[in-house]
């Protein structure tokens, strides 16, 4: 900081300046960033490790700013929650994902058809119309509940256990399913975990990260297994007794795929098989992976 005249400070140096002022920047634009047309859904692949096969996407929201560029969630998801803008964003991108994967269940007709995991805000389970609004998006879009899976963070079920409870068992009666995004990241207890109806438990990618044996070495300076390695195997043990699937993110080379398939892990998605891609993007991805 600048020193000033009368012993006072500059309240800030100029990249701090800089970064405030476009931070509001950001947040004066992602008011008219759904009407402007300016968000877009990406999409992640989704893949089955028993055999291999592709079992659906996992929609991610991306903002093409006119100045800025392509913007990743991870800037602007925390304003929209504290605007409430998330609001109708996590339900146009529920809409446009839907929207997409009817298009893609009709090119791509599979014994079991694809899927979509769009991500929930906890901010969603505090509005009333929640089921409403996701009944009015599966008839939109004629996507069956059974074909959406919604993802949701530990800390929606500590902050209003009784209310989600609801929500969540009436969204099992609509098929739709429930997964524990980040899982082993929050501050839920395990023994929370049987009090609410959900379906899958997705282990946060910090755990995958450190899955393989380069970084084992580099985490004890021997081979042995290291205590993520314990914690993605007690989490895979504990989805299995209480009759859960176990997907993991953020898989990025073949040993920790090896390790996630020999503790029975059910799906995956990372880098390892794409990237989040557009919309051409991942069918392309969909064209030769399904050849
Ligand atoms: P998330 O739900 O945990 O999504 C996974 C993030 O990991 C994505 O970041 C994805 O691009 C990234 N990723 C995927 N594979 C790999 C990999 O192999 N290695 C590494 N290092 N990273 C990988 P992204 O797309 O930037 O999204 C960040 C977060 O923003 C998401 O984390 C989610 O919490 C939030 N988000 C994204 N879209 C939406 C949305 O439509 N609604 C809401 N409420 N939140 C969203
Ligand atoms: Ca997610
Ligand atoms: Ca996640
Ligand atoms: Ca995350």
Redesign the pocket.
């Known amino acids: 900081a600048k020193r000033q005249g009368c012993g006072g400070y500059a309240i800030f140096d100029e990249p701090m300046h800089q970064q405030a002022l476009q931070q509001l920047q950001i947040e004066t634009d992602l008011r008219h960033a759904l009407e402007r047309g300016e968000l877009c859904v ?1 999409f ?1 692949p989704i893949v089955a490790l028993d055999h291999q096969g592709v079992q659906g996407f ?4 991306r903002w093409q700013h006119p100045t800025l560029g392509l913007l ?3 800037v602007f ?1 925390p304003l929209a929650e504290d605007t409430g803008l ?1 609001l109708e ?2 339900f146009w ?1 529920l809409e446009t994902a839907c929207k997409q994967l009817q298009a893609w269940q009709a090119a791509f007709p599979l014994g079991q058809p694809l899927t979509m995991n ?4 906890g901010r969603q389970f505090t509005r009333p119309d929640l089921l409403d609004r996701v009944d009015q998006v599966l008839q939109n879009t004629g996507i069956p509940g059974s074909c959406v899976k919604l ?1 949701i963070t530990e800390t929606v079920l500590i902050e209003n256990p009784q209310g989600v409870a609801v929500l969540l068992s009436e969204l099992q009666e609509r098929n739709i399913q429930v997964c524990l ?2 899982f082993g990241t929050g501050y839920s207890s395990l023994s929370y975990l049987n009090r609410f109806p959900v379906n899958q438990l997705k282990i946060d ?1 910090s755990f995958v990260a450190l899955l393989d044996t380069h970084s084992r070495e580099s985490w004890e300076g021997q081979t042995r297994p290291s205590e993520q390695t314990e914690i993605v195997r007690a989490i895979a043990n504990l989805a299995a007794n209480l009759g859960l699937q176990v997907v993991a ?4 080379n073949q040993e920790q795929l090896q390790y996630l398939q020999s503790i029975h892990c059910d799906s995956a ?4 098989f794409a ?2 891609l557009d919309s051409d993007g991942a069918t392309e991805w969909l064209q030769q992976f399904l050849q």
């Open positions: 990406y992640q996992e929609a991610l929201v990743s969630p991870a998801i998330i964003m996590d991108v769009v991500n929930l805000s993802e995004d980040d990618r993110e953020g898989v990025e998605q990372g880098y390892y990237p989040p």
